[in-house]
Structure formats: C-alpha cells, structure tokens
C-alpha cells in the first residue's frame, strides 16, 4: 500500500537528469487530459475487447459473429485511443519545448482532443455493434472526426519544427516523419472508413492490415524514436546518438514504412504482398537496430534518482520487446516476400503485440513515470516504489510474454485453449493498466499537498 506523504518521505535530490522535468510554476496540464483519456480508452475500450475478444473467437462466450469487426475494433482502439492519444498529448506537450518555442495554446490542445476522442469512441461502438445505414453514417462520421484530429497533430508538429530552432539532433527527423506519418494516417482513415460502408462496417483485411502497421510503426514508432533518442541513453549513463548514426536505422525504418503505403496502391494482389513484405523486412530490421541505438536494452539508469530508477524497467523491457518484434517482423517480411502473399500469420501477430503490449504499452508507462510533470513530486521521493507499483510491472511483463507466446504457438497447440492464454494475457494488461491508472490519480490528488509541503508555488 501507498503511504501518505510524511515529510521525511519527500526528500527531494538535486535533479541528476536534465530532461527530466521539474514543476514549472504555472502549468498547461492539458496533457493530463490527453493522459487520462487514453487510459479511460484502454481500460473501457482496447484492453477490455482484448480480454472477450479470444473468448467469443473460441466459443466459450457468445459474439462469434461479431469477431472480425471486434478485431479491427480492437485494432483502432488500441492505435487510436490508446498509443496515439497519448503519443499526441506528448507530442503537443514536448516538442514545442525540444525545439526551443513557446507552448501551444491549451485551447488549441483541447481541440485536437475533443474531435480524436469521439472519433476513436464512435468507431470501436459502430463497428461491432451499430447496424445498416445508420452503422455505417457512424463510422464514416469516426473516420471524418478521426482524420481531422489526425491531420492536425500532423500539421501542428510540422509547424512547430519549422518555425523552432533547427537542431541537427535525431529527435527532430524522426518528429518531423513521425508528423508525415499522421498527415498520411488521416488520409487512410477517411478511405478505410469509406471501404467499411462497402464492407458492413468491415475494412477489407489487406488494407486494414497495412494501415495498423503505417500506423504502428510511422506515426507511432517515430514518435517513440524521437522521444527515446533525446533522453533514453542519457538516462542510462551513455551520451545520445549523433545525427549520421540515427540516419541509416531511421531511413531504412521510414523506407518501410513508404514501401507498405505503396503497397496499398492499385496492383496485383501478388506485387502487393511482395512489396509490403518488404516493407515489413525493412521496418523490421530497423526496428531492432534502432532499439539499442535510441532506447536502452540494458544497464542500469544510474543517472537517475533511485525512485525513478524503477521507472527505467519498463523502458528496458520496452526496448527488449522492440528488438524480439524487428526480428520476427524481418522474418514475416521476408516470408511474404518470397512468397508473394500475406504469410506467417503467427509471425505478425507476435511482432504486432511485442510492438503494441511490449514497445509502446511498457514505453508509455515508464516514460509517464519519467517526463510527466504530474509525476514529478513522487519522482523526488526518497523512498522506493510501493509492492503494488512494482506489481504493474510484473503485471505487464507477463501480460507480454504470454500475449507473445500464444501467438506463436498458432497451429502448435489446441485453438481453443491458445485463445484463452490470449485473453489471460489480456486480463493481466488490463489490471496493471487498471493500477497505473489509479497510481496517476492519487499522483493528482497528492500533488497540492506535496507541493505545499516542498514549498513549491501552485
Ligand atoms: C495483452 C493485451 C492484448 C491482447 C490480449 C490482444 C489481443 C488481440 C487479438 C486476439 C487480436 C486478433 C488477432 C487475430 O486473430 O488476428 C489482436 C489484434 C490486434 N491488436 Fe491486440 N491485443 C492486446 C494488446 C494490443 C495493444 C497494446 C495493441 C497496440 C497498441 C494492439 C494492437 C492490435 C492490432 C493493431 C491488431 C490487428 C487489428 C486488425 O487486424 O485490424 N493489441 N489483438
């Protein structure tokens, strides 16, 4: 259990860590609510359909005929709601700051907000479950709402850089492809929500599949790179990467991620398959280049306070994940490659959820602990985590490896007891999301009294 701050608990240290964050005197926090929402999507939307999902695929709960739809649902929850609200709130938050401007107005924050919200919320409810014309006026609606809120993150971030100073740092070419990346996503957002009304609110299978990976590893993953590349290392006592060696393993990642775009142009389903294999190869061996050069896959982050120390776990796993996921990425790649069609099921699966449960989940949470001011009082405490913060990480840790392992063990053992080990995986995520999420609302409630007891002005 958490005990209430005394005053011999809050110890603060001198900071060892120039970026991570000290409590400015007036703060924008409409971070938070970028935070929270995408918790509050996670928990009620993404995590949840994870859990029944694999029960109703198996039989053991009724829905089997909503599976396909629950699947993309799931999908866009996840991307959407989850890694690309809080990748947003960041992104709006942290750039401005990296490249030297004045923060963006929480107006403005508040905007992109309140049309990404609604979007993700109308499209994981009228997929699976709104029916007929009004099923698919909603997700067209989802998809219009979606890709403004897209476009905007996009176009912002690509402003923001322009008018900043231009640092020859990596953190600036992955933000400003990261940015292309979004612009792209609400382009593809609005065609794939025009194939669902074609498909009974169901995206034809090829496209969606190569839309989550743009997603995934363009939108998403650039982000994660800049991030990870302008205070990971750091962090963990070495410098950060030079420009001319973040260019090969970031231009070999972007390359991928353009050949799966073009895949998606009008061809041969054959050449199709084959160039986004390639993509996916490219994508993939980049992703576990980048890893060790950008993030950290082990040492210890001696250049952080001890209580935040803990934090770093979840960036090391983080990291490990990436690196299992760029080489069963690379190997599913080149498999469809070679064979001209969408192959190695198992593969992809398991690269996705070591990229989504594993890079970004574990990625989010530890650098929440690290960066967000909100954090920024518990982050100074002299004492180390409570038993159940530390029980998030273990939590999660399983959730990865069992979510990983049961997809490849796809054809290896009997289906239905492999989708139970799924949504096993999926309860466990859930749960520690579930903690965390409570860990950040005491963070909240404790933070007028901390900052009243350090005397820091409010
Ligand atoms: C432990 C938690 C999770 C569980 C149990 C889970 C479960 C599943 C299942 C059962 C599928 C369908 C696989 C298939 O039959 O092809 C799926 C697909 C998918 N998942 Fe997860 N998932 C989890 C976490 C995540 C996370 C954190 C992300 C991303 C951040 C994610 C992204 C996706 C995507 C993009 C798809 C493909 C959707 C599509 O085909 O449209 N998942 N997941």
Known sequence: MSRSPRHEDIQLQAPTVKSAETVPAVEDRSYLV??????????GGGFLIAIFLPLAESGTIPGAERVPRLIQAHGWAQLQGWAGLFVAGMALRLLPRFAGRKPLQRRMNLAVLAVLVPAVILRIVAEPFASGTFGAVLVILAAIAG????????????VTLQRGRKKQEPWRYFALAGAAWWLLWAALMVVGGIQATDHARYTPATFDDTMTWIVMLGAIGNFIWCVQSRSVPVFFGRKNPPLRKAVPPGALLNAGVALLAISLLPMSDTAGQSIAGLGLACAGIATA?????????????????PRARAASQFVLVGNLAAVLAGVLLAWAGIDS??????????????????????????????????????????RAEARPPALWER??????????????????????????????????????????????????????????????????PT
């Open 34 to 43: 970028f935070i929270l929402s995408a918790f509050a999507i996670a928990l």
């Open 147 to 158: 890709a403004i809120g897209a476009a905007a993150v996009g176009a912002t971030v690509i």
């Open 289 to 305: 280049w980048l890893a060790p050069l950008c993030g950290a896959v082990r040492g210890k982050a001696t250049r952080l306070r």
């Open 337 to 378: 490659l070679v064979r001209g069609e969408f192959a190695a099921t198992a593969l992809r699966d398991a690269a996705r959820h070591s990229i989504g449960v594993g890079l970004i989940t574990m990625l989010i949470l530890g650098m929440a602990q690290l960066v967000a001011p909100v954090f920024a009082l518990s």
């Open 391 to 456: 029980s998030v990480f273990w939590l999660m840790t399983a959730s990865l490896i069992l979510r990983v392992v049961a997809a490849l063990l796809l054809g290896h053992m009997d289906g239905q007891a492999r989708l139970h080990l799924v949504s096993a995986s999926g309860a466990l995520a859930w749960l520690g999301l579930a903690m965390f999420a409570t860990t950040i609302v005491l963070a909240i409630r404790r933070e007028p009294r901390m900052k009243a007891l350090l005397g820091v």
